[in-house]
C-alpha cells in the first residue's frame, strides 16, 4: 500500500555545536522565527507556523565525519520565487556564501551550510503543470540557476523581508546513505513512498503524491559507510507528517510486517532507515505548533 498522497514532511531536528551561533544564523541568514523551548531546544519556522527547524545544543558532540551516513541537506521550500529572490538578498546581506545554486527543472534553488557544517537547501517550485515526464519517470537536472535573472523579481526592501513569509515549510530532506538499494527497500517498501527519479548516479528521490521528492538519498561520499558516532553534530530526527493516526498506524503494520520495531518515547514513534537515520512518524493532528514570542522579530532588530 502506498503511503497517504497528502504526506509530507515536517521539521528537522540537529544538534549544534553553539546553540547561540546557530540561533543568529537561522534568524538572520535563513530568516526563521525562533521560539525558546523549556527543554533549551530551539523551534524555527516562519512567525506561529509549525516549526520547520529544531536546534538542540551540545559543546560537546563530536563533529560528524565526511563519509559517515546522516544529512545531505534540509530543504526549506518558499512560496515563491519572488521571496527565494528576497531569500538571496537577505544571504547577500548575512554574508554567508552560496555553496552553489541550481536549476532542477521542476524547481529553483540555492545551496549554502549553516556554522556546523550542514547542508541547507532554499528553493521555490515551479508549476506542477510546467514539469515534465520522460519514458513514465519525472525529469529533474542540476543546470547552473540564473541569479541575475532570479533578481529581476526582487521587491525594493522591506523589514518584513528578515523574515520568511507565511507558507514556508520543510520541503523536502536529503540523506547520506550506505546503500540504495536497502534505502529503496525501507522508504519505499516500508513507508511506502513511490520512487520518482533514478536518474542520478548514486541518487534516488522518492515522494508522495507525485511531488518531485519528499525524500532524497544518495551515497556520493557515504557508500557503505556507517553512521557517524552517537551524539555528533547534525541530524537527529525527522518527520514525515500523515494526515491522520490511521494513516500512521498503516505505516507502523507495514513496519512490524517487515520486522522493524519503531522505538517509542514520550509519545514519539521512531524508525531508523537501515544506514541508521531516524524518521519521526506523525499523524497531522499531533503536530507541533510553532510560536512566537511578543515583540520583534530578532533579525528584523539587527538589520
Given at each position: 500500500?502506498?503511503?497517504?498522497?497528502?504526506?509530507?514532511?515536517?521539521?528537522?531536528?540537529?544538534?549544534?555545536?553553539?546553540?547561540?551561533?546557530?540561533?543568529?544564523?537561522?534568524?538572520?541568514?535563513?530568516?526563521?522565527?525562533?521560539?525558546?523551548?523549556?527543554?533549551?531546544?530551539?523551534?524555527?519556522?516562519?512567525?506561529?507556523?509549525?516549526?520547520?527547524?529544531?536546534?538542540?545544543?551540545?559543546?560537546?558532540?563530536?563533529?560528524?565525519?565526511?563519509?559517515?551516513?546522516?544529512?545531505?541537506?534540509?530543504?526549506?521550500?518558499?512560496?515563491?520565487?519572488?521571496?527565494?529572490?528576497?531569500?538571496?538578498?537577505?544571504?547577500?546581506?548575512?554574508?554567508?556564501?552560496?555553496?552553489?545554486?541550481?536549476?532542477?527543472?521542476?524547481?529553483?534553488?540555492?545551496?549554502?551550510?549553516?556554522?556546523?557544517?550542514?547542508?541547507?537547501?532554499?528553493?521555490?517550485?515551479?508549476?506542477?503543470?510546467?514539469?515534465?515526464?520522460?519514458?513514465?519517470?519525472?525529469?529533474?537536472?542540476?543546470?547552473?540557476?540564473?541569479?541575475?535573472?532570479?533578481?529581476?523579481?526582487?521587491?525594493?526592501?522591506?523589514?518584513?523581508?528578515?523574515?520568511?513569509?507565511?507558507?514556508?515549510?520543510?520541503?523536502?530532506?536529503?540523506?547520506?546513505?550506505?546503500?540504495?538499494?536497502?534505502?529503496?527497500?525501507?522508504?519505499?517498501?516500508?513507508?511506502?513512498?513511490?520512487?520518482?527519479?533514478?536518474?542520478?548516479?548514486?541518487?534516488?528521490?522518492?515522494?508522495?503524491?507525485?511531488?518531485?521528492?519528499?525524500?532524497?538519498?544518495?551515497?556520493?561520499?557515504?557508500l557503505g559507510a556507517g553512521?557517524?558516532?552517537?551524539?555528533?553534530?547534525?541530524?537527529?530526527?525527522?518527520?514525515?507528517?500523515?494526515?491522520?493516526?490511521?494513516?500512521?498506524?498503516?505505516?507502523?503494520e507495514r513496519a512490524s510486517?517487515?520486522?522493524?520495531?519503531?522505538?517509542?518515547?514520550?509519545?514519539?514513534?521512531?524508525?531508523?532507515?537501515?544506514?541508521?537515520?531516524?524518521?519521526?512518524?506523525?499523524?497531522?493532528?499531533?503536530?507541533?505548533?510553532?510560536?512566537?514570542?511578543?515583540?520583534?522579530?530578532?533579525?528584523?532588530?539587527?538589520?
Open positions: 500500500m502506498p503511503i497517504h498522497p497528502d504526506t509530507n514532511i515536517g521539521a528537522v531536528r540537529l544538534t549544534v555545536s553553539d546553540l547561540a551561533r546557530s540561533r543568529d544564523f537561522y534568524e538572520r541568514a535563513i530568516g526563521l522565527w525562533a521560539t525558546e523551548r523549556d527543554d533549551g531546544t530551539l523551534a524555527l519556522g516562519a512567525d506561529g507556523e509549525p516549526p520547520i527547524v529544531e536546534l538542540t545544543g551540545d559543546p560537546t558532540a563530536p563533529p560528524r565525519p565526511r563519509r559517515t551516513t546522516g544529512l545531505f541537506h534540509l530543504a526549506v521550500l518558499l512560496p515563491s520565487r519572488r521571496d527565494l529572490a528576497v531569500a538571496l538578498r537577505r544571504l547577500a546581506d548575512a554574508r554567508v556564501p552560496l555553496d552553489g545554486a541550481s536549476d532542477h527543472l521542476v524547481s529553483e534553488a540555492l545551496y549554502l551550510h549553516d556554522p556546523d557544517g550542514n547542508g541547507i537547501e532554499i528553493y521555490r517550485d515551479r508549476p506542477r503543470e510546467d514539469w515534465l515526464q520522460v519514458d513514465g519517470s519525472l525529469e529533474m537536472a542540476t543546470l547552473p540557476l540564473d541569479l541575475d535573472d532570479i533578481l529581476t523579481v526582487l521587491p525594493p526592501a522591506s523589514a518584513k523581508d528578515a523574515v520568511v513569509p507565511a507558507g514556508t515549510r520543510m520541503g523536502h530532506v536529503h540523506l547520506q546513505v550506505s546503500d540504495l538499494d536497502e534505502a529503496e527497500a525501507f522508504y519505499a517498501g516500508v513507508l511506502g513512498f513511490d520512487v520518482t527519479v533514478k536518474g542520478y548516479v548514486g541518487a534516488l528521490f522518492v515522494s508522495a503524491g507525485g511531488y518531485h521528492h519528499h525524500i532524497g538519498l544518495n551515497t556520493w561520499a557515504s553512521a557517524p558516532p552517537a551524539g555528533a553534530i547534525g541530524l537527529r530526527t525527522f518527520d514525515v507528517v500523515l494526515p491522520d493516526a490511521g494513516e500512521l498506524e498503516h505505516v507502523l510486517e517487515a520486522g522493524i520495531e519503531p522505538e517509542r518515547s514520550n509519545g514519539d514513534v521512531v524508525l531508523r532507515d537501515p544506514s541508521g537515520n531516524a524518521v519521526r512518524l506523525l499523524s497531522a493532528g499531533l503536530r507541533p505548533v510553532g510560536s512566537s514570542p511578543d515583540g520583534e522579530h530578532p533579525g528584523a532588530l539587527r538589520r
